[in-house]
């Protein structure tokens, strides 16, 4: 349960009454009530109405909300109202604004017009803040706190004069002394020795690439920058309300803000996520979202706080979910961990920049669109769901993901600016999804013990005590499967020497000589152990063998002949490595493979197209089957069971109709 306030599966969206006369409020509650809505997300841009002038407050439109709210039996998400500063915010603190690295101002017009060092902006949302809290603190419609909204979204990392200050404050925190920064970021090198800390500045334009290190410190503290500013508020509200839940909602697999540590310091995850529709893998990305999401949590539920039922604004093209597949994509969140499932936003606006979004109440008559019949059935379908409350996923399979490593990884001046994180990380992702094998996401440096499969995309920069994590991993059994370019670096993106991938080389059983990155476009040929070829490209390593045994071999090249894909025996457990970028077909074949070895597997068998998720607790046991296919599929199911959606008894043959889902009780 994410709320003691909603004992149900949440079901709602963003609200934001401020944009209409308050003639239209009861309709809106009309429409929540017969749409089965039990939460909204209340006040998120509001703070030029709540403060419209300095130090003068207006609450009363909102306390009238949200008594309406309450007499209608809908709780709220009360937001902090602090994402977008009203204008007087800039005139009266024009240092508030946030510069970019080439020094330009972004200012107040659209929003997130704030700079996240800021000492105006931290006092004056502090204010905010605690009168909100203050207020509403008793409210009975209070059922969780909605902090700021997207954190970083627009404005992730600001480059003037305070930001500066606060960079150099943060990196005195960190080294210590300006010896141990000019060791760290290997000033050195082109002259870059400090001798005084206010020499020290934001990585902003610069004739040249820019040292790394501290590109990868400005990265940390931007993080750590906005995660501070969330701090403060969350400080706020605990102390008025220390039973009421926290969340500032997520995007997804978003770079600049380190989720892990965030994560941490949230009651509830909740994320937003735009899958495209026209992109046919768009429910792929989507799972992996979901995943990490659930992940981030400890696998606890989470909240999809925001997605749209039919179309976006922000994309040249924005197509539309064709109909049924919003309800399909939001049983998926379910089925990876959503207790809650939300909308930006409740109804469509008639001016600003997203008239043109697609809300839960569009701007026709709602009677006349196919939309709004489906927002009134997914409602329906969340009601039959209270029973998946405190059942969790069961993964056995983790695929690492580091924030450093992200960021170190995609820095400049690399063998090829074409390894990219999430690309790597999607390439492993994808072929286990299509097997239905469930997959978590894990820190490099966390508990890894409740795993039998560890995938470590791209594990560029590793610490001494993850690299051990990882290696012990695999000495008490497990089974690793890792790809190219991973154990170069420490956590300052100094090489780790000694020979090429320093830190697992024993693990793996194998060295590096050197990087061969293919051009764009280029393929490379595979030939495997048992005569088969595949292609691969993006990359080819130089494996020299110290006791792995080699799968595959480059078929061509300066370097055919030898080993491109490897495993090595290491403890009790076994160690695979991918020194290239083989294709669909190979992957699929390598991971069954691996999949065998660590004894992981499906939940139960199910055609292409159709994914497969449990859900589970001690009490009961429930399985989704969703066909994202456009055509219809059957699933043999494994005994007789019940669909919670249709409320059918089930045995023998599923048929599911093109997007189609059912949830079974399984026990
Ligand atoms: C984000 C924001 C919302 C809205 C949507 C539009 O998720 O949080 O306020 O702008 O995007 O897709």
Redesign the pocket.
């Known amino acids: 349960m994410i709320t003691p306030k909603v004992p149900h599966i949440i079901y709602g969206g ?1 609200y934001n009454p401020e944009q209409w006369p308050q003639s239209v409020w009861a309709e809106d509650v009309r429409l929540m009530r017969a749409a089965n809505v039990n939460l909204v997300s209340v006040g ?2 509001s703070w030029a109405k709540l403060e419209p002038q300095p130090d003068e407050y207006d609450f009363g439109w909102l306390d009238r909300l949200l008594d309406l709210l309450h007499e209608n039996g809908i709780m709220a998400n009360l937001a902090t109202a602090t994402a977008s500063p009203p204008p007087w915010l800039a005139r009266l603190y024009p240092e508030s604004l946030p510069v970019t690295k080439d020094g330009v101002v972004l200012h107040p017009g659209a929003r997130q017009h704030y700079c996240p060092s800021s000492a105006a902006y931290r006092e004056r949302a502090a204010g905010l803040v605690g009168r909100i809290a203050e207020r509403y603190k008793d409210h009975p419609v209070l059922a969780m706190w909605h902090v700021n ?2 954190y970083g ?1 627009h404005v992730s990392e600001c480059y003037c004069d305070a930001s500066a200050a606060h960079f150099r404050r943060w990196l005195e925190n960190r080294y210590g002394d300006l010896e141990r920064l000019n060791e760290a970021w290997g000033t050195a090198f082109w002259s870059q020795r400090y001798g005084r800390w206010d020499e020290i500045l934001p990585p902003r334009s610069a004739p040249t690439f820019a040292n790394p290190t501290q590109q990868l410190d400005f990265r940390r503290f931007s993080s750590d920058a906005l995660l501070g500013l969330y701090e403060m508020e969350r400080e706020i509200l605990r102390g008025a309300t220390p039973d009421v839940p926290v969340t500032t ?1 997520f ?1 997804g697999f978003f770079k600049p803000a380190d989720y892990w540590k965030w994560a941490g310091r949230e009651d509830v995850v909740s994320d ?1 996520s ?1 899958p495209d529709p026209s992109d046919p893998e768009a429910h792929v990305l989507a799972a992996m979202n979901r995943d990490l999401m659930r992940s981030l949590g400890g696998g606890n539920s989470w909240v999809l706080m ?1 997605q ?1 039922t039919v179309r ?3 994309r040249r093209r924005n197509a539309p979910k064709e109909p049924g597949r919003m309800r399909l994509w939001s049983l998926q969140a379910v089925a990876r961990g959503a207790d809650g499932i939300m909308f ?2 409740w109804r469509q606006s008639k001016a600003g920049a ?1 008239k043109f ?1 697609s809300a839960m109440v569009p701007h026709v008559r709602p009677e006349d669109s196919r939309s709004w019949a489906e927002v009134k059935r997914l409602g329906e379908d969340l009601t039959k769901l209270d029973g998946l409350s405190g059942t969790r996923g069961e993964a056995r399979t983790a695929v690492l993901i580091d924030w450093d490593n992200w960021w170190a990884l995609e820095l400049d001046s690399k063998p090829s600016a074409d390894v990219r994180m999430i690309e790597g990380l999607y390439f492993l992702y994808r072929p286990l999804f299509e097997a239905n094998v469930p997959v978590d996401f894990a820190h490099p440096g966390s508990d890894l013990s409740s795993y039998d499969l560890v995938i470590a995309p791209n594990l560029y920069l590793v610490t001494d005590e993850a690299a051990e994590n990882v290696r012990s991993f695999v000495e008490d059994g497990g089974t690793l499967l890792m790809s190219f370019f991973s154990g170069i670096v420490d956590e300052n993106d100094h090489v780790r020497l000694g020979g090429y991938p320093a830190p697992f080389k024993d693990l793996l059983g194998l060295t590096i000589e050197d990087f061969v990155p293919l051009a764009e476009g280029a393929t490379g040929c595979l030939a495997t152990e048992e005569g088969a070829s595949f292609s691969c490209d993006l990359w080819a390593d130089l494996v020299h063998l110290r006791g792995a045994e080699a799968l595959t071999t480059f078929a061509d090249g300066f370097y055919g002949g030898m080993p491109a894909v490897t495993r090595n025996a290491y403890g009790g457990g076994s160690a695979y490595y991918l020194g290239t970028r083989p294709d669909a077909g190979y992957m699929g074949v390598l991971l069954e493979r691996v999949c065998a070895e660590a004894g992981v597997g499906a939940p139960s068998e199910a055609p292409p197209g159709v994914e497969v998720v449990r859900r589970r607790s001690t009490e009961a046991s429930y399985l989704f089957v969703l066909n994202h296919g456009e055509e219809a599929a059957d699933v043999e199911l494994e005994g007789p069971t019940v669909d919670l959606l249709s409320g059918a008894g089930r045995d023998g043959t599923l048929r599911l109709e093109p997007f189609g889902a059912a949830v079974l009780r399984e026990w």
């Open positions: 963003d998120i841009f909204n997207e979204c909602n995007m937003d735009y925001e749209t976006v604004n922000w930006f936003q997203e979004h």
